[in-house]
């Protein structure tokens, strides 16, 4: 019988033929091609699926943080927008702190939007929303600039000048102090700004009269003691007196004297636990015991009172009583010197004139004087606000001469400048404040 082959085919990697042979029996022919099954594209298909499924598990990973983090900056875009608002409406109300605040969350938020628009191929929306940051960013410089009043430039400019200011201060009080009660240095070369303290114990602008300070010389025990007298017309008639500076402050006098007979003028000083003061209506000084409130008297002979040649600064200033590291002085004027200044210096014990110096300076011509160190120094108003040491007097050479150490007044007039060799400060009484300056040297 003919031999025939039926062919069954496999494609690619080969073919089966099925017929019978010479002898009748059922023969099937496998042909298979060379080609074998591609496991390496397999394989390759495999690891490719792997990784595009961790890189897709892996971005929306990004996309929820990206989420979160969009969240959370667009409730901050929306308070920073009502903020930018507001200092819109009152931009000089807002310091420099606050704009660099705003600038540095308005940078956070551009880099986040910056990090979105490289990661998400639609960035139309994060294109917008970083156009907007960068317009709020600007808006935000440009208040700083708009700045109408330059408060902010004022503040920074008053920063650092204060800042000098404290360096200047350092330094001078470190470059030459001298120990309290040493007079081992050369005068007076400076005084600082006024430093206001506060308000009188009356707690009254009208007390324009008057003065305060601490006891020069004072009692073991009482080192602390703080004195105040003021009113409304230039008379002594009350003394208030303090235990200590922080009572001062609180106006919570422990004694309080009121004399009847009151004492002409304001230049009074506290000295060893007495008060110096002029007699009332005469030419002559009193002194009050601060602890038992006995007065005693001095009758001086000569003298001028009544106001005859009293301060530049005000009435009745006939007498201005001074301290010092030397002893306790009494700046007057007679008929004898034709109104030159007079300086007596007190002997404490018995309460009596122990040497007396003559000068050529006229004593209306000052507005006040206080000594240091056996040195009388006089000063005149050069303007409503500025003061100057312009002459001073050596008791221990007789020399005198003009010298010029301005300072500053923090009120057009004054009525009390005095010394204070115990902490070696200036106290002032002016307008009914408290004032001090520090004194270099």
Known sequence: PPTFFQPIGYGDFGNV???ADENGQCVCKVFLSDNTFPFQKME?????STELSLKVEQGFSELKVYESKLAIYVQKLMNLTVRVEIMEKEPDKYTQLEFEMLRIELQEMEKLVTELR??????VIFDHLYVEIRNMTLVVNQLER???????VIRRDFIKLQKKLEDCEKWREESFKPEIGSCNHGGITNVSVPYIVQLNAHVSEGYIYGGWGRDSKPKPGFEEIYWYSGYSSPYTNNIYLYSDYTNLLLRNSYKNWVNDNKGNGNNNVMYGNYYYYNCYNSGNI???NATTFNVETRV????AWNSRFSYSSATYQDFDFAADENGLWVIYATEASKGNLVLSKINTNTFSLEQTWDTNLFRRRVSNAFMVCGVLYATRQLNLYTEEIFYKFDTQTGEESYISIPFNKQYEGFVYLDYNPADQ????????YYIFYKVQF
Not at 44 to 48: A, I, K
Not at 300 to 303: F, I, K, Y
Request: net charge positive; proline share 0%; with cysteine.
């Open 17 to 19: 033929t099925a017929g």
């Open 44 to 48: 390759q298909l495999q690891t490719t």
């Open 118 to 123: 490289q990661s998400v191929n639609s960035s």
């Open 146 to 152: 708009y700045d109408k009043n330059n408060l902010l």
């Open 425 to 432: 400060l200036l106290y002032m009484y002016s307008k009914g």
């Open 286 to 288: 009193c002194r009050i």
């Open 300 to 303: 001086l002979s000569g003298t």
